[in-house]
């Protein structure tokens, strides 16, 4: 799947997708969905269920070729988060065969630094994890460094404990080879393509715009996780690090792009994954 946003090629790069993944929103119940009608068919399962996608963007501009979030990575101990545990995907050889080689990667856009998002910064090569895009300038957010960077593996919650992880086989290889660049807020990347600041979803949370030849696109990240949110942004995840800031992002980003012509590309928004944000009475939708 692509699109063409001025002079800018965007091409969805597809890990995995999970048909049925309602426990990233657990108010998002079938009752609730099935009230939604422009969710039906793309979005959601005949029965209501919430489907997730988990997918890298490669942004390809004139000057520079960038990757937004890694996904999650093959042959990574995730247990007990049995879903992401020990995937054996094609993602690289699909990367190659869109005509993308790791090795041409300029940058590597992080919008936040979850487990479904970094994966695929480091690879295995025998007993040792190293950097995917060696040539590539890392970009994470800074705030989200810190907090990560405090996670343990003898923490009492699950997903901190596979957060500790996450930062042991594709962060903190990345920071040793010194390819990682913090960032914290507003961020001009390249030409053509800059960060946003997002929070909510996590500390230093950001999202991607793309801009070229009069036209415009956002890759969201997870400030939004499903596009259910579009139509009540106070459905919030067990995932966020702050619901109240998340709701907060959403509104305002909601807000700012409904009516544009800026093209909005979901992170985990499943089937044509992209359209056009409209308000929709006191609502918002996605026309895709």
Partial sequence: MKWKVGDTTITKLEEIVYPEFSDVIP?????????????????????????????SLIVDTPGATL??????????????FEVMH????SYM???????????????????HLHLDHVGWN??????????????????????DLDFWGKASPNAEEDFMKIQAKVFEDSLQPILDAGLAKPVDGA???????????????????????????GESAMITGDFIHHPIQFNDPGLVSPFDVDNEMAVATRRRIFGEY?????L????????????????DGDAYRLDV
């Fill in 258 to 262: 409904a009516d544009t012509p800026t």
């Fill in 86 to 89: 020990m995937l054996s995907t």
């Fill in 67 to 80: 990757i937004v979030d890694t996904c999650i990575g093959n042959e990574r101990d995730r247990n007990p």
């Fill in 187 to 213: 961020t001009q990347v390249c030409d053509g393509v800059r960060l946003i600041p997002t929070p909510g979803h996590s500390p230093g949370h950001v999202s991607v715009i793309i801009e070229s030849a």
């Fill in 27 to 55: 108010a998002a119940t079938p009752d609730v969905v099935k009230k939604v009608k422009w969710l039906f068919p793309h979005f959601v399962t005949p029965e209501g269920h919430l489907s997730l996608s988990i997918h």
């Fill in 122 to 143: 480091t690879k295995k090569v025998g007993d040792k994890w190293v950097p995917t895009f060696p040539n590539a300038s890392y970009l994470m957010g800074k705030k």
């Fill in 264 to 279: 909005i590309i979901g992170t985990h928004f499943a089937g044509p994954t992209a359209g056009k944000l409209v308000r």
């Fill in 93 to 111: 050889e699909d990367m190659i065969a869109a005509g993308y080689h790791p090795d041409g990667v300029d940058y590597v856009l992080c919008t």
